[in-house]
Protein backbone atom coordinates (compact mmCIF):
# COMPACT_ATOMS: atom_id res chain seq x y z
CA UNK A 1 0.00 0.00 0.00
CA UNK A 2 2.86 2.18 0.65
CA UNK A 3 4.58 1.39 -2.48
CA UNK A 4 1.38 2.13 -4.27
CA UNK A 5 0.61 5.71 -2.54
CA UNK A 6 4.61 6.74 -3.57
CA UNK A 7 3.81 5.56 -6.62
CA UNK A 8 0.38 7.44 -7.11
CA UNK A 9 2.48 10.75 -5.77
CA UNK A 10 5.20 10.49 -8.29
CA UNK A 11 2.30 10.12 -11.44
CA UNK A 12 0.81 13.10 -10.46
CA UNK A 13 4.29 15.17 -10.67
CA UNK A 14 5.92 15.75 -14.06
CA UNK A 15 8.70 16.90 -12.57
CA UNK A 16 9.22 13.87 -9.89
CA UNK A 17 8.41 11.16 -12.87
CA UNK A 18 10.01 13.25 -15.89
CA UNK A 19 13.03 13.75 -13.64
CA UNK A 20 13.30 10.14 -12.70
CA UNK A 21 12.53 8.80 -16.15
CA UNK A 22 15.26 10.71 -17.57
CA UNK A 23 17.63 9.82 -14.42
CA UNK A 24 17.42 6.36 -15.45
CA UNK A 25 17.65 6.65 -19.36
CA UNK A 26 20.93 8.86 -18.97
CA UNK A 27 22.33 5.98 -16.25
CA UNK A 28 21.63 3.46 -18.92
CA UNK A 29 23.44 5.62 -21.37
CA UNK A 30 26.43 6.70 -19.71
CA UNK A 31 27.44 5.43 -16.22
CA UNK A 32 28.06 1.72 -17.62
CA UNK A 33 30.37 2.82 -20.00
CA UNK A 34 32.36 5.54 -17.80
CA UNK A 35 32.80 3.17 -15.31
CA UNK A 36 34.00 0.18 -17.58
CA UNK A 37 35.84 1.81 -19.66
CA UNK A 38 37.59 4.60 -18.02
CA UNK A 39 39.94 2.31 -16.45
CA UNK A 40 40.38 0.46 -19.93
CA UNK A 41 41.09 3.89 -21.12
CA UNK A 42 44.06 4.50 -18.31
CA UNK A 43 45.65 0.92 -18.72
CA UNK A 44 45.47 -0.07 -22.34
CA UNK A 45 45.18 3.27 -24.54
CA UNK A 46 47.16 5.55 -22.57
CA UNK A 47 49.19 3.11 -21.39
CA UNK A 48 49.10 4.56 -17.54
CA UNK A 49 48.80 3.13 -14.14
CA UNK A 50 46.64 2.17 -11.38
CA UNK A 51 48.42 5.53 -9.63
CA UNK A 52 47.30 7.97 -12.67
CA UNK A 53 43.57 6.02 -12.41
CA UNK A 54 43.70 7.06 -8.71
CA UNK A 55 44.78 10.45 -9.26
CA UNK A 56 41.28 10.68 -11.90
CA UNK A 57 39.32 9.66 -9.18
CA UNK A 58 40.73 11.77 -7.19
CA UNK A 59 40.03 14.80 -9.37
CA UNK A 60 36.70 13.53 -9.10
CA UNK A 61 36.13 13.94 -5.43
CA UNK A 62 37.88 17.30 -5.60
CA UNK A 63 35.30 18.59 -8.24
CA UNK A 64 32.32 17.09 -5.85
CA UNK A 65 33.82 18.69 -2.78
CA UNK A 66 34.67 21.74 -4.46
CA UNK A 67 30.56 21.96 -6.04
CA UNK A 68 29.04 21.07 -2.54
CA UNK A 69 30.92 24.11 -0.77
CA UNK A 70 30.01 26.44 -3.40
CA UNK A 71 26.46 25.54 -3.48
CA UNK A 72 26.65 25.77 0.42
CA UNK A 73 27.95 29.47 -0.26
CA UNK A 74 25.66 29.99 -3.15
CA UNK A 75 22.33 29.01 -1.60
CA UNK A 76 19.18 27.99 -3.61
CA UNK A 77 19.03 28.71 -6.92
CA UNK A 78 16.06 30.91 -8.61
CA UNK A 79 15.51 28.53 -11.36
CA UNK A 80 16.36 25.50 -9.57
CA UNK A 81 14.94 23.25 -12.38
CA UNK A 82 17.05 24.92 -15.13
CA UNK A 83 19.95 25.07 -12.98
CA UNK A 84 19.58 21.37 -11.71
CA UNK A 85 18.98 20.06 -15.71
CA UNK A 86 21.37 22.15 -16.63
CA UNK A 87 24.44 20.70 -14.45
CA UNK A 88 23.06 16.93 -15.29
CA UNK A 89 23.55 18.11 -19.26
CA UNK A 90 26.48 19.52 -19.03
CA UNK A 91 28.11 16.67 -16.54
CA UNK A 92 26.89 14.10 -18.65
CA UNK A 93 29.11 15.62 -21.56
CA UNK A 94 31.92 15.37 -19.81
CA UNK A 95 31.55 12.03 -19.91
CA UNK A 96 32.34 12.29 -23.90
CA UNK A 97 35.87 13.47 -22.52
CA UNK A 98 36.81 10.20 -21.55
CA UNK A 99 37.07 9.20 -24.93
CA UNK A 100 38.89 12.52 -26.04
CA UNK A 101 41.62 12.33 -23.78
CA UNK A 102 45.13 11.44 -24.93
CA UNK A 103 46.50 12.06 -21.03
CA UNK A 104 45.41 11.42 -17.78
CA UNK A 105 45.68 15.46 -16.85
CA UNK A 106 42.97 15.34 -19.49
CA UNK A 107 40.75 12.35 -17.81
CA UNK A 108 41.15 14.23 -14.78
CA UNK A 109 39.63 17.28 -15.94
CA UNK A 110 36.85 15.48 -17.51
CA UNK A 111 36.10 13.67 -14.32
CA UNK A 112 36.43 17.08 -12.17
CA UNK A 113 34.01 18.78 -14.51
CA UNK A 114 31.44 15.63 -14.09
CA UNK A 115 31.15 14.95 -10.23
CA UNK A 116 31.25 18.64 -9.83
CA UNK A 117 28.29 19.39 -11.97
CA UNK A 118 27.00 15.93 -11.01
CA UNK A 119 27.11 17.12 -7.29
CA UNK A 120 25.93 20.66 -7.86
CA UNK A 121 22.57 19.20 -9.51
CA UNK A 122 21.77 16.60 -6.98
CA UNK A 123 22.27 19.02 -4.40
CA UNK A 124 19.63 20.82 -6.24
CA UNK A 125 17.58 17.59 -6.85
CA UNK A 126 17.69 17.08 -3.01
CA UNK A 127 16.52 20.47 -2.16
CA UNK A 128 13.71 20.34 -4.65
CA UNK A 129 12.07 17.09 -2.88
CA UNK A 130 12.67 18.39 0.43
CA UNK A 131 10.96 21.79 -0.30
CA UNK A 132 7.97 20.07 -2.26
CA UNK A 133 7.80 16.44 -1.14
CA UNK A 134 5.40 16.26 2.31
CA UNK A 135 7.18 14.77 5.01
CA UNK A 136 4.98 11.65 5.02
CA UNK A 137 6.18 11.27 1.50
CA UNK A 138 9.47 11.71 1.49
CA UNK A 139 10.71 8.32 2.18
CA UNK A 140 8.80 6.28 -0.50
CA UNK A 141 9.56 8.88 -2.89
CA UNK A 142 13.53 8.97 -2.04
CA UNK A 143 13.28 5.13 -2.17
CA UNK A 144 11.53 5.14 -5.53
CA UNK A 145 13.80 7.72 -7.22
CA UNK A 146 16.85 5.69 -6.24
CA UNK A 147 15.20 2.36 -7.67
CA UNK A 148 13.79 4.08 -10.78
CA UNK A 149 17.23 5.93 -11.05
CA UNK A 150 19.33 3.35 -10.85
CA UNK A 151 17.47 0.37 -11.46
CA UNK A 152 18.54 0.15 -15.45
CA UNK A 153 22.37 0.01 -13.68
CA UNK A 154 22.81 -3.28 -14.32
CA UNK A 155 21.75 -3.78 -17.76
CA UNK A 156 24.42 -0.82 -18.69
CA UNK A 157 26.97 -2.41 -17.20
CA UNK A 158 26.27 -5.63 -19.03
CA UNK A 159 26.10 -3.96 -22.33
CA UNK A 160 29.03 -1.91 -22.15
CA UNK A 161 31.66 -4.46 -23.49
CA UNK A 162 29.26 -5.50 -26.25
CA UNK A 163 28.55 -2.13 -27.45
CA UNK A 164 32.63 -0.70 -26.81
CA UNK A 165 33.39 -4.88 -28.87
CA UNK A 166 31.15 -3.22 -31.85
CA UNK A 167 31.45 0.69 -32.08
CA UNK A 168 34.92 0.88 -29.87
CA UNK A 169 35.71 2.01 -26.77
CA UNK A 170 36.75 5.86 -27.38
CA UNK A 171 33.58 6.11 -29.66
CA UNK A 172 31.32 4.66 -26.97
CA UNK A 173 32.69 6.84 -24.67
CA UNK A 174 31.85 9.58 -26.88
CA UNK A 175 28.38 8.84 -27.84
CA UNK A 176 27.37 7.84 -23.83
CA UNK A 177 28.24 10.93 -23.05
CA UNK A 178 25.98 12.70 -26.16
CA UNK A 179 22.88 10.78 -25.72
CA UNK A 180 22.98 10.67 -22.26
CA UNK A 181 23.42 14.30 -22.53
CA UNK A 182 21.10 14.71 -25.00
CA UNK A 183 17.96 12.74 -22.92
CA UNK A 184 19.08 14.65 -19.75
CA UNK A 185 18.54 17.83 -21.68
CA UNK A 186 14.99 16.61 -22.92
CA UNK A 187 13.76 16.22 -19.50
CA UNK A 188 13.83 19.78 -19.39
CA UNK A 189 11.39 20.73 -22.13
CA UNK A 190 8.53 18.46 -19.97
CA UNK A 191 5.83 20.87 -19.33
Known sequence: AA??????????????WGTLIAAAAAYLVFLGPSEVLLPYVVKNELHASARDLGLVFAAGGVGAIGAAVLMGQRGHPRRDVSVMYAAWTLATLAVAGYGLATAAW?????????????????????TIKQRHVPSSMLGRVSSLDWLISIGLLPISFALTAPVAAALGVRATLVGAGLVGAAITLAALFLP
Open 3 to 16: LREGFAFIRRRVWL
Open 106 to 126: QLMVACLVFNALETAGTIVWA
